[in-house]
């Protein structure tokens, strides 16, 4: 780009960005774009596509990174400048990929494995996390229709020129939002994890690491341990232990039984009860 002329190319971090402008020009990705301003190659624009099979699905979601001056051995910063729902705009959102978690943050990791990882975290619980939102799914969705119509206004010409370039080229290949939520009810989405950790996403984030580092591994700093084991998908039950399946509606019929029975008990000893108070108690012990 014509920009980095005027930067010292034997700086670390200049030869860093440059390396994964790149690669992200060679190797584009279906699922976000992200590019550096012109005049400043340590900010970035980006949009990504909302994960599939979620209520994001098929939003485009603009955003800006800066990158620190000793990237990449310190962490960039995120904000989100379309509504979603899930972040609040232009302010920095808080993420184990962010500056917010420098202890978490790897100097392999880049701003594609960034970018990979944020499209995890969108479906996830936001947990009161800085910069969360946890808006309805139905509101969610609606956010994402309107996100396609048109790419939010931020900062200088420069700036809205790069947003409304990657806004386009995205539109290109965003799928449609699809007409019928995921069918999990919202209050278990919301304590769930994102059905981005399944098998499917995982498939996805190995094709797009290039040896940078696992954003799923990423994704994992920031989700507690009993959440990360909820990632993995779980065979029912019934498919387990055949045996439980069969024997569970005798199970069922049992217990249906015994609750029956204590209910006609109860009422024996109610109506006793009453026949002895009016006085008509000898009737019960056969004395008339």
């Known amino acids: 780009m014509a920009a980095s002329a005027k930067y010292n190319r034997s700086n670390p971090a200049v030869k860093r960005i440059l390396q994964e402008v790149k690669e992200m020009q060679s190797n584009p990705s279906p699922d976000f774009m992200a590019l550096p301003l012109e005049e400043d190659i340590f900010e970035w624009q980006f949009a990504i596509l909302g994960p599939r099979e979620s209520e994001f699905e098929g ?10 001056s000793d990237y990449p051995f310190k962490p960039p910063s995120f904000m989100l400048l379309t509504p979603s729902g899930r972040f609040e705009i232009q302010k920095k959102i808080c993420l184990s990929i962010s500056n917010y978690h420098p202890e978490h943050w790897q100097p392999s990791w880049s701003v594609r494995t960034a970018l990979v990882a944020l499209i995890a975290f969108m479906p996830t619980n936001p947990g009161g996390a800085l910069g969360s939102l946890d808006y309805k799914k139905e509101d969610r969705r609606a956010l994402a229709i309107k996100s396609r119509e048109a790419p939010p ?3 200088s010409p420069e700036r809205q020129k790069l947003i409304d370039e990657i806004h386009e080229q995205m539109l290109s290949k965003a799928p449609s939002v699809p007409q019928v939520l995921p069918n999990v009810p919202n209050e278990e989405s919301n304590r769930l994890p994102a059905p981005d950790s399944s098998d499917e996403h995982a498939d996805k984030v190995d094709e797009e690491n290039t040896g940078e580092g696992s954003a799923v591994e990423v994704a994992n700093h920031h989700v507690p341990e009993a959440s990360r084991r909820e ?9 387990q232990n055949p045996a439980v399946a069969i024997q569970k ?9 015994a609750a029956f029975g204590l209910t006609l008990a109860i009422m024996a000893l109610v109506i006793k009860k009453f026949l002895k108070i009016n006085g008509l108690g000898g009737f019960i012990e056969g004395k008339f």
């Open 59 to 68: 939003g485009i979601y603009h955003g800006r990174i800066q990158l620190p």
């Open 249 to 257: 509606p005798k199970h069922d019929r049992l217990l249906t039984l």
């Open 231 to 239: 990632n993995i998908p779980r065979v029912p039950s019934a498919l």
């Open 153 to 155: 206004k931020f900062g």
